[in-house]
């Protein structure tokens, strides 16, 4: 199976799964290709460490969707990967049919709360500042609703009194880097 991982900032969990890759944790998966919509992030420097072709694509004109000629660049970019899997793994854009439709079932998405609850930006930070005493992450399929699609899995992460947005973070993106390289593994048993 093979996988593309599009991302937009730090990469940590990008580089969660090329480790996991590395140490046969990630079942028949195969990241072909690291896309990027901001030229500085750190995720780019993943590329060369782990022997991968990392790319910036530009995804103007839009700042916050992926639509237009950003979205076309991206498109083809994935098509030449020939990518049985779209990974976004910290991919800050709302993505718009034409995306959807080029990669229907075949793009799955981390967001870092457990979902329903606290979709959109800032995940984390709003269910520190809601006060539920558990969230998580979610690993989902991309449909039209911008975090809507069928779950495919879930980790729980309790808030603790003594937590600050800080610990709390770590502690999810811990569980993302559990998380997200398994169901991956797991999707790679199923393909063809
Ligand atoms: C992760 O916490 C991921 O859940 C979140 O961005 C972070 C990326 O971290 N994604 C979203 O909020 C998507 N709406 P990383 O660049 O270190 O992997």
């Given at each position: 199976?093979?996988?593309?991982?599009?991302?937009?900032?730090?990469?940590s969990n990008a580089e969660a799964i090329l480790n996991a890759q590395r140490e046969g944790r990630l079942g028949r998966a195969q990241v072909v290709a690291l896309f990027c919509d901001q030229p500085e992030?750190?995720?780019?420097?993943?590329?060369?460490?782990f022997g991968v072709p990392a790319q910036f694509i530009d995804p103007a004109p839009f700042r916050t969707k992926l639509e237009g000629p950003g979205e076309e660049r991206f498109i083809a970019a994935i098509r030449a990967a020939q990518a049985d899997l779209v990974v976004l793994a910290g991919?800050?854009?709302?993505?718009k049919p034409a995306f959807l439709a080029a990669f229907a079932g075949r793009i799955i998405n981390l967001h870092p709360s457990l979902l329903p609850s606290f979709p959109g930006l800032d995940g984390i930070g709003q269910a520190f500042r809601h006060g539920v005493k558990v969230t998580g992450c979610t690993v989902h399929e991309v449909n039209a609703t911008v975090d809507g699609g069928r779950i495919l899995d879930q980790e729980a992460v309790r808030i603790e009194d003594s937590d600050t947005i800080d610990t709390l973070a770590a502690r999810i993106h811990a569980a993302e880097h559990r998380l997200l390289p398994a169901v991956i593994a797991r999707l790679s048993a199923r393909q063809p």
């Open positions: 199976m093979r996988v593309v991982l599009l991302g937009s900032g730090r990469g992030a750190r995720m780019l420097e993943l590329g060369p460490r991919f800050m854009r709302v993505i």
